[in-house]
């Protein structure tokens, strides 16, 4: 509060004006100054009081703006990008292979080696066998030692030469040659599924952090393209050769590569993170607190509370007390400051 306002005190003691410096007052003498928060009483018997001054504060700030959802440009940027491209070319690939792999399996176990439906379907066990172990034991202590990039390219080149010796009639007709090559193909294939799903957070991340939503379906949709366009290819494939459709799959897995390449992707090293501005950094230093803002003056005329326990007495009635004054009241952030001016003194209860 700023200096030399009247203080008028109705806790047992008359009307006094005092000038308050810090906490601890000890009213007494008519306008006498206190002296590191100190006064004395003309009056009689002294009596410590302790005053707490209201602060004036200003009003709070308005709320924050909602965030924008994003431009549409960030959602373009992110599919034109090289990293999107080769992504959802992958994703068209895993979806291609699959649904691949299992029209290709039925027809030979029924046509080639003369399966009976029992037969197919208990085979299929082998399936979520392989795809657990692929998931649990071989992919995160590859992703750990190589990095997704890697992962995603070796996984291509195997999956493209397992097709290859996959289309060699000696061993499609032969049903340890299928079943062996059965496994391995949905380990290489799996090996290439979690590492590409891995870096749409990264792509999102990147581009536009704001369509996480639409990115990742994107990416779904190219994958359920590749499950729907599979299917078709390799039965129509199928009835001229067994092989002509193993070859279908081995051309798609092996533009893995290629499009990483002509999308400037690095092949056998992962891309460097998004660069994190300095200011939002988590290893950036805290900003300086902002300074106080300056207390709006009160208008003339204006009371301002001041609350005094007399401590003598348990009557909480007579320790409330007014201050009217004329001049401005200043309040810093501790809420201790010195009342000034004596213009319109009136004695009065809060």
């Not at 906490?23 to 306008?31: A, E, F, H, L, M």
């Not at 005053?51 to 709070?60: A, F, H, R």
């Not at 499609?172 to 957070?201: A, D, E, S």
Request: glycine content about 10%; overall charge negative; proline content about 10%.
């Amino acid at each position: 509060v700023a200096a030399g306002a009247a203080v008028v005190i109705n806790g047992g003691v008359s009307r006094s004006e005092v000038e308050i410096i810090g906490g601890d007052v000890s009213p007494g003498v008519t306008n006498a100054a206190a002296t590191g928060g100190k006064a004395s009483s003309q009056m009689g018997a002294e009596k410590d009081v302790e005053v707490g001054i209201t602060k004036v504060s200003p009003p709070p700030p308005p709320p924050p703006l909602a965030a924008s959802e994003g431009s549409g440009s960030e959602l373009s940027d992110a599919f034109r990008s090289g990293a999107m491209i080769s992504h959802c070319y992958t994703a068209f690939n895993v979806g291609y292979q699959f649904m691949g792999f299992i029209v290709v399996f039925v027809l030979m176990a029924k046509q080639v080696l003369g399966w009976t439906p029992m037969m197919v379907g208990w085979s299929f066990i082998a399936i979520p066998v392989a795809n657990m172990f692929t998931m649990y034991f071989a992919v995160p202590p590859a992703v750990k030692a190589f990095g997704v990039h890697p992962c995603i390219i070796i996984s291509s080149v195997f999956t493209t030469v397992v097709l290859a010796v996959f289309a060699v009639p000696a061993v499609n007709r032969h049903p340890i040659g299928i079943v062996c090559i059965t496994f391995l193909l949905i380990v290489c294939v799996v090996t290439m599924q979690i590492p590409n799903q891995m870096r749409i957070k990264t792509i999102a991340d990147t581009y536009a952090p704001k369509h996480v939503g639409r990115i990742t379906g994107a990416s779904r949709v190219f994958f359920a393209g590749g499950q729907t366009m599979s299917p078709i290819v390799c039965s129509l494939l199928f009835v001229q050769s067994p092989s002509l459709a193993l070859l279908s799959m081995m051309c798609v897995a092996s533009l893995v590569p290629v499009v990483f390449l002509l999308t400037g992707q690095p092949m056998f090293r992962d891309p460097l993170p998004p660069r994190v501005p300095e200011a939002t950094a988590p290893w950036a230093a805290p900003p300086p607190p902002a300074p106080a803002p300056a207390p709006a003056p009160a208008p003339a005329g204006r009371a301002s509370v001041i609350d005094v326990d007399g401590g003598d007495d348990d009557n909480d009635d007579d320790d409330a007390h007014t201050i009217l004054f004329g001049d401005a009241v200043e309040a810093p952030a501790g809420g201790v400051g010195v009342v000034t001016g004596s213009s319109g003194m009136k004695q009065g209860k809060a």
